[in-house]
């Protein structure tokens, strides 16, 4: 009775054994699930399933991740996908900033529309100085950053 009973426990296991799929059964399930995904590698291993490659992003990564797991006969699975640091933009040119010949006539003409405002250049940095309403004060500001000095030393009292 005990040698039926050993039999028949190697008799199961053996075909438990025979239904647990074969690494390179899941293998090929995981590469038809995942589709065309080149940037993505997918490695099985006594049932561990490890992730390698290039994610888009982290839901891409995580979505990736799911279908792994959903495929039969994975046991786990490790995700060493990557995602790529975000490219950085270019720096851009340099800030033009304009002579001060340049500026000191085009600052001239600004600043005639505005009555008890003048405005000096030195080294590309225009100061203005005298008084102004407050509503007249961003549109002169705006108005004399467009020209391109260095910078705008504001002097000005408010009326």
Do not use: H, W
């Not at 992003?57 to 797991?69: G, H, L, P, R, S």
């Not at 600052?107 to 007249?136: C, F, H, M, P």
């Amino acid at each position: 009775m005990k040698m039926k009973s050993i039999l028949l426990g190697m008799g199961l296991a053996c075909s438990l054994f025979a239904c647990t799929p074969k690494d390179t059964d899941i293998q090929k399930e995981i590469a038809l699930k995942l589709g065309d995904k080149p940037e993505v590698q997918v490695l099985v291993q006594d049932g561990v399933a490890t992730i390698t490659g290039i994610c888009n992003d982290e839901a891409f990564k995580q979505n990736t991740e799911n279908i792994v797991k959903g495929v039969k006969g994975v046991k786990s699975v490790v995700n060493n996908c990557e995602i790529p640091a975000p490219q950085t933009e270019p720096v851009a040119a340099a800030v033009v900033i304009n002579s001060d010949s340049t500026l000191d006539k085009s600052v001239s003409d600004v600043v005639k529309a505005y009555d008890g405002v003048s405005a000096t250049v030195v080294g590309g940095v225009v100061t203005l100085s005298g008084e102004i309403k407050r509503n007249q004060l961003q549109p002169l500001m705006q108005s004399v950053q467009e020209l391109k000095p260095k910078k705008v030393e504001n002097k000005l009292t408010i009326k």
